[in-house]
């Protein structure tokens, strides 16, 4: 509850921000001081279904808990939103954000602004999860620094010489719509067939899965499915991989093969520091990271020729960064 005595605020001080961290079914909402600590924190499940219900919860969640955490929105310095899309920096509208299509064209940076009352930061998750840990997790202290970021998608923010590499309109870092390698024709979200995405993302790997149980080969995953190849998931296939199930254990090695060829790609382009793993697939250790190193190692000649040594390292902050990293946004503090 909002408390009305405002002696017992804080000092109106730029050391607090709110992070928003939006995703397509769920909104978790943060009051951060400037050490990257989260002093309050909430989280909304109800689906948002148009853009109006979208900007009264977000203004909603950040009244709330800024509230929570005992202060007010004149109190913050900033409130920072990560948002599962682009948000044209150039023009301030919301321009490809395929789980919020319906916020297309609707929501601009000007609108938020002027409802928020603060100064009002928007960029894509991925890049937000990179500022939350290069600020204050397993990229603390990284100039140069490659996230990527793997589950349902394929995400990717870079850090160059401290900052965020934006490119001209904030859209840098597609890194999962890249074409690596003609595939099975499979067309993404974003229009284009093969791109890395649809070959090696979660859905990806639980697709492969599916077909060869249907293929009628011989493994461990029509167990777990039941017999039926339509039940095969991410998470089974992992599961039959780690009890040494050949198929299984074909479909992640392949998975991390391209995604090596991917990762050796960006260093080969960037030469960075450490490249930092987060997503739910990093729950998966080292029978994903293993193969996606080798490969990344046999393909970028720098590292097979010892010249550099990168780093692959699994993420610290887990489902905080989009919070953490939305208020650095904020703060500007990378
Ligand atoms: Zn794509």
Redesign the pocket.
Known sequence: MRKKDRAAHPPASPALAVGVDMGGTNLRAAVIDSTGQILHHLRLTSPIVDPLMGRQVLLQAIQEVTAQAGCQLADLCGVGIGIPGWMDRVRGELVFAPKMAHWQGVVTLDALRQEIGVPVYVDSDPNVATLGEVWVGAGKGSRNLIMVTLGTGLGCGIVVEGQLYAGHHGMSGEF??IVLAEGEGFV?????AD?L??QTAGPAIARSGQQAVAAGEQTLLRDLAGGQAQNVTTASVFAAAAQGDPVASRIVQRAGQRLGSGFATLVSLFEPEKIVVGGGMIDLGELFLAPIRRSMSERCYLIARGYVNVELVPALLGDRAGVIGAAALAFKSV
């Open positions: 999962g719509h993404c979200d974003c229009g284009v791109c995405e649809t």
